[in-house]
């Protein structure tokens, strides 16, 4: 047992000074005062007469100073503060949760961040009793809220207006920060943490968790991802994943929209924790912002108790040009399968009408039978026939009337389109070098090689188009379109994952940065750190998705429960000293005032 | 007068002591007695024996009955009053002194008695009996028992059995005995009653009670002090202690009244608080089995 108000050695004065103290008015009581009385026979035979039945009338003062040195000490002992283990002293840091879970309504239809902040107050208002206080809100970054400080009062505006972050709480972060402060402040302290998840962290200073909350129902979208459709030009897919964290059915309707426009809507069952996921596709749109809402739900014999995790927000990845410079001769196959995509700029030039300086303003150079020294430094190119040697692929031997018997596919450049069977009238097998890939082959001959190399890539086709039927297959447009976009460092099947909340928006130079509510935000040296909301934050053209639906989870807190089973065993030291003391405080009564025992 | 105030004085006018009979002593005076002799009023006729005398002789009756009687008559005698009157230490204690309120007791028996001209004898006591002060008579002589009431000295401890016996002893002939104390001696009290009523006095007990006495307000630790011994005795006051206190003294008074009882008495209590009036009124009327007030 330890004292958290005072130091020992202060205690233990104070319990010598309040004993002193009682002797002293023990004697005091004790100094008979003369009353002159006609008769003290028949006092002493009232004395006689009244006799203790069990404790002898002598005996009863000594018992009730003893009883009165016992409630001094235990006052003196009470208004220090006793504690089971450590007590301490000092600095208090109170460190309350605002994840997103902290959002979920408990009874009576109060949060867990409104018990949580009661709970921060009551516990702020005690320590700054004998103390000075900090309280830190871990929130998706740590934040202190209320500073160092001995005025209790300032809590009420630091507590105004508080509210969830839209993700996870950074409560590791929040305990290394208060850990430092009370190393900083040279004092003995302690940290309080107010919160619903167990804590993930040792500390250097005393540790004490405070639970919040209950065990509670949710479902939850716990995915919303969006890709291009790499089939269908311009058009995307969604895919969203809903997870159910009860025990109870739950129905629901999920409602996908593009900004204002609904999507697709679906009616949802879901089974004890169940799990669904919702695929659709064939959504048009440049720049998709997609929103996925669990609407109408309905738990059998229950309540969802998080709004907060019902709402997801994706975007689908912009729908991106690529500037493409076709330098042949003239090919009706590739200047119309080039001019028939949806999202390339071609622009057509003879092998020499090619002006060196304009090649940067080009993504991709495809090269038609043609290899112009001043093209081939180009770092995306695509070679059809090339001549033997250039851009450093030989020719390996003579190919005639072959069919690709080898695709690889799971190759960048080819996005799964399979080359298989395409006949190949005329034209060269190609000699790789390590590390290139070979996209086609007949047999052993290396048809289609793809090389990566020092930030360069290209694709060489070492037939030309007319001396194949591949331009007359399915696969040709599949194909070109796969192989520009590796070429430009693109990616068909990418999807862009949303940002966790919390995560840095970078803003460049001249660029407005918009909040989800379509709020002006400042960026600090180039970076946006407000990002605790999720939704759609705009940056110039650009669009970015911040979402927490990763990161839902069961409400449940059997966990933190288990971890607080000791501290909550028995209640605090000084109520069971007050119980005692007023135990005690009878008793003296009963000997010293009520006198039925004296 | 010292003592008793006007209003006292009017009362008393009002009333005179009714004794009973066998209280009375010897010497003629205006109280009736037992005693068949001469008197005023006729009581009954008796067959004539040698010795009588023959002016008692009833004539008118021989001649119509031819027998010899002689008329007999109430004998109104006098009655003496004693007034003993506890001055012991513990007199003192109350508000007003209960050795006052005594006094005033003492002075208003005296007054009631001198109006049929009893012998009124005032006995103040505690260890043994003052016989200094003056029998009185009449009316004439209540300022000088007045002064000398009210200058009588206080202390010592009360022996009521010894001063009984002084007192049979000294004054033998019955009469009216009223004893005033506060009876705050343990013992003693029914021994000297019970010989009081032995010795054919009408018997009085007045106890003088005041709040000190009777329901004590002490608490904590106190030293006692006897008023009348000096003896000191250390207490821790509680309830149960002051109610035991009470107990016993409730009881012993009730033990002392009683004795006067049995001893033929009658007893009153007068309160130290009551004015001299209502203190008047108690005592005639408890006095008196008592104690007639008549309309003049």
Not at chain 2, 211 to 237: I, W
Request: hydrophobic letters at 45%; proline letters at 5%; aromatic letters at 4%.
């Amino acid at each position: 047992m330890s004292f958290a108000a005072l130091p020992l050695w202060a205690v233990l004065v104070a319990i010598g000074a309040a004993i002193a103290t009682v002797v002293a008015l023990y004697l005091l009581r004790r100094t008979p005062r003369r009353e002159l009385v006609s008769n003290v026979t028949f006092w002493l035979r009232a004395a006689q007469r009244s006799k203790p039945k069990f404790l002898r009338a002598t005996r009863i003062p000594i018992l009730a100073l003893l009883v009165s040195i016992l409630i001094a000490t235990l006052l003196v002992g009470d208004l220090a503060d006793p504690r089971f283990g450590a007590g301490l002293r000092g600095t208090t840091i109170v460190v309350y949760s605002a994840g997103r879970t902290m959002g979920a309504r408990e009874g009576l239809g109060g949060t867990r961040l409104a018990q949580a902040l009661g709970e921060t107050r009551r516990q702020a208002e005690r320590a700054s009793a004998r103390g000075r206080i900090a309280v830190i809100r871990a929130g998706l970054r740590p934040e202190v809220v209320l500073p160092l400080t001995e005025d209790g009062a300032a809590l009420d505006a630091a507590l105004r207006d508080e509210h969830t972050d839209d993700g996870a709480s950074d409560l590791a972060g929040a305990l290394a920060l208060a850990d430092r402060i009370v190393r900083a402040s040279g004092d003995l302290g302690r940290i309080i943490v107010v919160a619903d998840h167990p804590l993930p962290v040792a500390t250097e200073a005393p540790l004490e968790l405070i639970p919040v909350g209950t065990p509670r129902d949710t479902i939850a979208i716990t995915q919303l991802t969006a890709r291009r459709d790499p089939v269908a030009v311009g058009e995307y897919a969604v895919r969203a994943e809903v997870t159910s964290f009860t025990s109870r059915t739950a129905r629901a309707k999920l409602v996908v929209r593009d900004r204002d426009v609904v999507l697709s809507e679906r009616e949802l069952r879901l089974d004890a924790y169940g799990h669904l996921v919702h695929e659709a596709q064939g959504f048009s749109s440049g720049r998709g912002e997609i929103t996925a809402k669990l609407e109408d739900i309905v738990l059998a014999g229950g309540e969802d108790a998080l709004a907060g995790d019902d709402i997801a927000y994706a975007a689908a990845p912009p729908l991106r040009r690529t500037s493409v410079l076709l330098v042949t001769s003239g090919n009706a196959f590739l200047q119309r399968v080039l001019a028939a995509h949806g999202a390339l700029d071609v622009t057509i030039a003879a092998p020499g009408a090619v002006p060196d300086g304009a090649l940067s303003r080009f993504e991709v150079v495809v090269l038609d039978r043609a290899a112009p020294e001043s093209l081939l430094r180009h770092p995306a190119k695509l070679l059809f026939a090339p001549p033997d040697g250039a851009a450093g692929f030989a020719y390996a031997g003579d190919v005639r009337n072959a069919r690709i018997t080898a695709t690889l596919a799971g190759h960048g450049a080819l996005d799964g389109v399979r080359l298989d069977g395409a006949l190949v009238r005329s034209g060269h097998a190609l000699r790789g070098e390590p590390g290139d890939s070979v996209l086609a082959r007949r047999g052993g001959d290396a048809l289609v090689v793809a090389r990566e190399r020092a930030g360069e890539r290209t694709v060489a086709v070492g037939f030309a188009l007319a001396d194949s039927d591949l331009a007359e297959r399915i696969a040709f447009p599949l194909m070109m379109h796969a192989a520009l976009h590796w070429l430009a460092g693109q990616s068909n099947t990418d999807v862009v994952l949303a940002r966790s909340p919390g995560t840095p928006l970078a803003v460049g130079r001249g660029a407005t940065a918009l909040g989800p509510d379509g709020e002006a935000l400042t960026p600090v040296a180039g970076v946006v750190v407000e990002t605790t909301r999720a939704g759609h934050y705009h940056v110039g053209e650009e669009v970015f998705a911040y979402d927490a639906a990763p990161q839902s989870e069961t409400l449940t807190i059997e966990s933190t429960g288990r971890a607080l089973d000791p501290l909550r065993a028995l209640p605090p030291l000084s109520a069971i000293v007050a119980a005692v003391l007023l135990l005690l405080v009878l008793v003296e009564w009963l000997l010293l005032h009520r006198g039925r025992l004296g | 007068m010292r003592l008793l105030d006007r209003a006292a004085l009017r009362l008393l006018d009002r009333v005179r002591l009714v004794v009973r009979a066998t209280a009375t002593s010897s010497d003629q005076g205006g109280h009736r007695s037992p005693a068949l002799a001469q008197g005023q009023e006729f009581a009954d006729h008796r067959q004539y024996v040698p010795g009588d005398d023959v002016r008692r002789v009833d004539w008118k009756a021989f001649a119509r009955h031819r027998q010899l009687v002689v008329r007999q008559f109430i004998e109104d005698r006098d009655v003496r009053v004693y007034i003993l009157v506890d001055t012991s230490g513990s007199m003192t204690r109350g508000a007003p002194a209960k050795v006052e309120v005594a006094k005033r007791i003492a002075a208003a028996f005296s007054y009631a008695g001198t109006k049929d001209f009893d012998r009124v004898r005032v006995l103040p006591f505690s260890s043994d009996m003052d016989v200094t002060l003056r029998a009185v008579r009449s009316r004439g002589e209540m300022p000088g028992l007045d002064a000398q009431l009210a200058d009588a000295g206080v202390g010592g401890e009360t022996k009521f059995p010894e001063v009984v016996r002084d007192f049979a002893r000294r004054y033998p002939q019955r009469g009216l005995a009223i004893v005033v104390s506060d009876l705050m001696a343990p013992d003693g009290w029914e021994d000297g009653l019970r010989l009081l009523g032995g010795l054919g006095h009408q018997l009085v007990l007045v106890r003088v009670a005041c709040a000190e006495d009777d329901a004590p307000d002490m608490r904590g630790e106190v030293e006692l002090v006897d008023s009348e011994s000096g003896q000191t005795v250390p207490l821790r006051m509680t309830p149960a202690l002051i109610e035991a206190y009470r107990a016993e003294v409730r009881e012993h008074v009730a033990r002392c009244r009683e004795a006067c009882r049995r001893a033929g008495g009658r007893s009153v209590v007068a309160d130290v608080s009551m004015s001299s009036d209502a203190l008047v009124r108690v005592l005639l009327g408890g006095a008196d089995a008592g104690a007639q007030e008549r309309a003049r």
